[in-house]
């Protein structure tokens, strides 16, 4: 019988770690890695040798979930805020209080400075490098620049097709993962724009794409309460504002990495 009973849980062992192995990536894996896929179509050749000799081959795809998959080591927690930015809504970027552990604002402007510097440790430019492309793509989801008080909706409890979630993580993940492509298949199949439309999206600097996006977040953030059972209707209304954000966040990248390097 104890035989048994250990070939059972070994079983569910296995079953567990090929079910984990197998898990669809969310936006934290497949929105950023979109986001450096159309960032690499629009770098400069030379860019893209520089590219390659920081990270030793390494591709913007490959490197954009960096700056979470660090997140479980504490020695890197200094960087967690620059993940995101909490201001009012009738605030701008450069009138808001400033978070004094830093921002994506100020997470992105050192990370352009180190890639500047010549100066600069190649094992240090490598980091920043990896960082900027995570924090780019961060900085087009709308909902890392939300409210401090419910964490940028992550207090705000919704249900996604019937299941428990809240509105940060229906934008964060729920909605892509529900599209079920891959980061080269949203790639492939994002609007085609013209030059005139590229330099459209690349008008600006970084704190008028955070108060850009602030002003998405507001828009969010009011169609949506404590409670809502969002499903087709909530898809069908915004997902094209998921795929504008990447496609967005992408041109961006590579506008950024074409100035720096």
Wanted: hydrophobic share 35%; net charge positive.
């Amino acid at each position: 019988m104890k035989k048994y009973i250990h070939v059972f849980i070994a079983c569910f062992l296995v079953t567990l770690a090929v079910n984990a192995t197998n898990k669809k990536p969310d936006w934290g894996q497949t929105g950023h890695r979109t986001i450096g896929e159309v960032a690499s179509s629009h770098l400069k050749n030379s860019v893209k040798r520089k590219i390659k000799k920081i990270l030793d081959g390494q591709t913007l795809v490959f490197v954009s979930t960096y700056a979470d998959d660090i997140k479980s080591d504490r020695s890197y927690s200094k960087y967690y805020s620059w993940h995101y930015v909490n201001k009012p809504f009738d605030v701008k970027y450069e009138d808001a209080e400033k978070n004094p552990k830093g921002d994506l604002v100020t997470g992105i402007e050192e990370c352009k400075s180190v890639l500047k510097d010549k100066n600069a440790s190649k094992k240090d430019k490598a980091f920043h490098l990896k960082m900027l492309v995570h924090l780019i793509g961060d900085l087009h989801m709308p909902l890392h620049v939300g409210r401090k008080e419910d964490k940028g909706a992550n207090d705000i409890q919704v249900q996604w097709f019937g299941n428990g979630s809240n509105l940060h993580r229906v934008w964060d993940s729920n909605m892509i993962k529900s599209y079920e492509m891959t980061y080269s298949e949203i790639a492939k199949n994002m609007n085609e724009f013209s030059k005139a439309q590229i330099k459209e999206v690349e008008k600006g600097n970084v704190v008028d794409w955070v108060n850009e996006t602030g002003d998405l977040a507001k828009d969010i953030y009011g169609k949506v309460k404590k409670g809502d059972k969002l499903s087709y209707r909530y898809m069908y209304d915004n997902f094209s504002l998921v795929l504008s954000q990447l496609q967005k966040g992408g041109i961006r990248l590579a506008k950024v990495l074409n100035e720096v390097l």
